[in-house]
């Protein structure tokens, strides 16, 4: 499928100047498929809490705090610490 694409030209030729043998198709397909595999990794990251469980936090500490919601429910980033919390 051709697809007309405006790519930052600085990017295009930083990129290209780091394989010489690299093309442009060869290029885009590598770029789509990192970043592919990087949201699925991210993806795969937020979902930790369904696959190992969540635990409840009785005293939030504030440096963890993201949002309150309007039912006044914090939200925390603990998953994203959770060496730091639980060690």
Excluded at 24 to 33: S, Y
Excluded at 44 to 72: P, Q
Aim: aromatic share 6%; proline share 0%; glycine share 2%.
């Amino acid at each position: 499928m051709a697809t007309s694409l405006n790519v930052d030209e600085t990017l295009l030729q930083e990129a290209l100047a780091l394989d010489e043998n690299m093309t442009l198709d060869m290029l885009m397909n590598i770029a789509l498929r990192e970043y592919i595999e990087r949201r699925k990794r991210l993806n795969a990251t937020n979902n930790t809490d369904s696959l190992c469980g969540a635990f409840e936090v009785n005293e939030t500490d504030a440096k963890y705090r993201i949002e309150t919601t309007e039912e006044r429910e914090v939200i925390t980033n603990y998953a994203e610490h959770v060496d730091e919390v639980i060690y």
